[in-house]
């Protein structure tokens, strides 16, 4: 009999609900049973609701249960799980689970299937072949094959990354340096951590590959300190990549090099801004800087610099391994490939999705989703991150491409959405977005440092029914000038949130001294 | 819990030898700092200053800046519970009431007794297990009240 192998995802959103305690559970229960097992650490599958989901291996396909809580384990056993034996809370075959068949994973093929501790394993799940077809193409080609694919930036902004790439490749300078933003600051946004954790070594192909098309030798991946896990997943990656020769001094004898370094934030959201990022990598306080300069011309150190986001350097690869051809087949209008979709708060179905754009905001919601966790009437989703629009459901019919959400004012950003039920207060989410605004803004401008400030001052007094009309009067006015004037995104969108509640809940706006309050909906 | 100046001297030490003495290391540096000594002593201002040629200033204005770093020993646990739109959309402000009820601390505050933490943070990436907190480093997710009322019992906290 073979050794029966059981993944338990070392994730660690399932191992905040319990997945070490699983994990070593099942160590100590196959121990009483003298039955040998290997135990894979791998990350997770996205299906947060049934985790800890485990998986073991049955007629060479992984076969999944869960959730999975410690005192299930020894009825587990006794069903004879390490075979795939039947047992209440088994799940099928993990790739026919429809939450998961239904996907189109491109970018996140490997996340929850490998180990990621394992170079071997990525390599034996197509790793490094985008990086190895990079090294026999000139620079350029590589530039134009990412430009063809259609591939827009992932962070929030979409800015075409080829044409980010091109800016720098072509602008000459003795060092140019790749930097990669896991500053993923958004609410409701996790896919950047999962991929890091999940499929370390595929940030690394793609770093390479950038660096390798624009000529830069130095790349650097600013990390937020809330992600300690993937610091130390990412840490441990590149350590086994340098000692593999595939990063370091001439790359798979290719003649070419490139130093990957990790740097952890402290705490500011604003640091995800990609000048206040370089701010705080040089040391100072992450204020963002006046653009132009664009980073592409002065970035790191005033030198030529990409910065781009986890999701789309890791993007990268399957675009060299596939084709431009084929990633650009996914998507619709100029939304070309796919977007690693993020579906949390009050959801049945909380996870992620991997799917081309074009499916709508209400079949994410409800099809997957399954509707709110509550049981309570879905009212309202923000999508995008704390400087995204509230939704209301008779807006869900909204494809979630780039330019279908900028026709509603609004913007899919990072891919995240967060779900709110019948009993969420729409005016107190709106006071929300501005104390969000006022506790993380850098500074550095006047709209945002005390626009944000008088914004909450603003929300207070009408929920507090004080001259409502005249002060939401005041408040758009204010929102206006916030989202004019304002140096970044920070300032320059947190009225999103603030104008959408205003616009489709009124309602929760509404106070006693106004003519016709109307009822909620 | 104090260290000695002793200590907290060779710690200032070692986290500038093991990062070059650049202005742009003053990140890691403090980072280093912190989590050896779990704050920013007094004492690390003139050594920094001097080591990464930064003035005082400089160094209050990046410590200031950023949320993560402190000037004073936290409790002996930390606390941190998120407060962003994803955890208050499953019931994280009822969470909020209840920590501050037990502790009888608002958040950025240390309880009378040294004994907790508390502070606010924005999204921990656990989103889609909300809501979520850190206690002393470790993340939970799906807290609810009963689950919640366990973690500070644990803490011997009074109810």
């Not at chain 1, 995802?9 to 290997?38: F, K, L, M, Q, T």
């Not at chain 1, 609701?49 to 809580?69: D, Q």
């Not at chain 2, 770093?69 to 002996?76: A, V």
């Not at chain 2, 019931?91 to 505050?109: C, D, K, M, T, W």
């Amino acid at each position: 009999m073979t050794t029966a192998t059981v993944y338990v995802p070392g994730d660690s959103g399932a191992i905040a609900v319990g997945a070490e305690e699983v994990a070593r559970a099942i160590v100590g229960e196959s121990d009483s049973r003298n039955i040998a097992i290997n135990l894979v650490r791998n990350g997770s599958r996205g299906l947060y609701w049934l985790e800890p989901m485990i998986e073991v291996v049955r007629e060479g396909r992984r076969y999944a249960y869960g959730p999975v809580k410690t005192d299930d384990i020894a009825g587990l056993f006794d069903a004879d799980f390490l075979r795939g034996g039947d047992h209440p809370l088994a799940l099928g075959w993990t790739e026919d689970i429809p939450y998961l068949r239904e996907q189109e994973r491109l970018t996140f093929r490997r996340v929850g299937v490998v180990d990621p501790r394992s170079l071997s394993d990525f390599i034996a799940h197509d790793g490094f072949t985008g990086l190895r077809r990079a090294l026999a193409l000139a620079p350029s080609a590589i530039v134009d094959e990412v430009i063809t694919s259609g591939l827009r930036g992932r962070g929030g902004a979409a800015f075409p990354t080829g044409i980010k790439w091109r800016t720098v490749a072509e602008t000459v300078s003795v060092q140019k340096y790749v930097v990669c933003n896991a500053d993923e600051g958004d609410s409701g946004t996790f896919a950047d951590r999962m991929l890091m954790e999940g499929d370390p070594f595929l940030l690394i192909e793609g770093l390479t590959i950038a660096g390798i098309a624009v000529g830069a030798t130095r790349g650097i991946i600013y990390i937020r300190s809330e992600y300690p896990h993937a610091e130390r997943m990412l840490q441990q990656a590149i350590m086994v990549a340098s000692e593999a020769g595939y990063l370091g001094i001439d790359i798979l004898c290719s003649g070419r090099s490139f130093m990957l370094e990790i740097r952890r934030g402290a705490g500011a959201y604003v640091c995800g801004e990609e000048t206040a990022l370089l701010e705080s990598l040089e040391g100072r306080r992450g204020q963002v800087r006046f653009k132009p300069p664009l980073p592409a011309h002065k970035g790191l150190f005033g030198q030529p610099t990409v910065v781009n986001n986890v999701i789309s350097l890791a993007t990268v690869p399957v675009i060299l391994q596939r084709g431009a051809a084929f990633y650009a087949e996914f998507g619709r209008g100029r939304s070309r490939g796919t977007q690693p979709f993020q579906l949390s708060g009050n959801v049945r179905r909380g996870g992620l999705i991997e799917k081309a754009f074009g499916l709508t905001l209400g079949e994410l919601i409800f099809d997957w989703g399954g509707g709110t966790a509550t049981g309570n009437a879905v009212r309202a989703a923000q999508v995008g991150g704390p400087l995204g629009a509230y939704l209301p459901t008779l807006h869900f019919d909204t494809p979630l491409d780039y330019e279908a959400f900028a026709a509603r004012s609004a913007m899919i950003g990072h891919g995240g959405v967060v779900v709110f039920d019948s009993t969420v207060d729409m005016a107190e989410m709106a006071r929300f977005a501005m104390e969000f605004c006022a506790v993380e803004s850098c500074g550095k401008c006047t709209p945002c440092r005390i626009g944000s400030v008088r914004g909450r001052e603003l929300i207070d007094r009408i929920i507090a029914g004080d001259d409502v009309v005249r002060n939401i009067e005041t408040l758009r006015d204010l929102c206006d000038t916030m989202m004019e004037a304002s140096l970044c995104a920070l300032g320059g969108m947190a009225p999103l949130p603030v104008l959408s509640a205003l616009e489709y809940f009124s309602a929760d706006f509404a106070r006693d001294d106004m003519p016709e309050a109307a009822q909620r909906d | 819990m104090t260290i000695s100046e002793n200590e907290q001297q060779r710690v200032i030490d070692w986290a500038l030898r093991e990062n070059a003495c650049t202005p742009e290391a003053l990140l890691p540096v403090l980072h280093a700092i912190q989590d050896a000594l779990q704050y920013i002593p007094e004492l690390a201002f003139d050594a920094l200053a001097h080591a990464l040629n930064l003035s005082r200033a400089d160094i209050f204005g990046v410590i200031s800046f950023y949320s993560d770093f402190r000037l004073q020993p936290p409790g002996r646990h930390l606390l941190r519970l998120c407060r962003a739109e994803a955890c208050q959309a499953m019931g994280g402000r009822s969470l909020e009431a209840e920590v501050r009820r037990r502790l009888q601390i608002e958040f950025h505050a240390t309880t009378d007794d040294g004994h907790v933490t508390l502070e606010p943070v924005y999204c921990l990436g656990a989103c889609a297990c909300a809501p979520a907190l850190t206690l002393d480093g470790s993340l939970h997710g799906r807290v609810d009240l009963a689950r919640l009322s366990v973690l500070l019992d644990q803490l011997e906290i009074p109810r």
